[in-house]
């Protein structure tokens, strides 16, 4: 699990996006600034609500990890 330091700085969306989408994960609908991302082998879906340059909020980087472990463990 990736944790912070005081001194480092928060991920981006776009960040959190890339790494969805580098693990299979692919952009099945979008709404304002809400993303859905879906896995083919996965049930569980990823929403990313912010702008691209905007800062990841804790649980949005909580989400994807989990999501990508849970890729990783199948």
Do not use: C
């Not at 981006?12 to 994960?25: N, Q």
């Not at 991302?37 to 929403?47: F, Q, Y």
């Amino acid at each position: 699990m990736l944790e912070l330091s005081a001194d480092a700085m928060p991920q981006k969306i776009r960040e959190l996006k890339a790494r969805l989408s580098k693990a299979g994960f692919f952009l099945s609908r979008t709404r304002g600034s809400h993303t859905v991302w879906n896995h083919p082998t996965l049930v569980t879906t990823v929403v990313l609500a912010g702008k691209d340059g905007n800062d990841a909020k804790p649980y949005q980087v909580r989400d994807v990890e989990a999501a990508l472990k849970a890729l990783k463990d199948m």
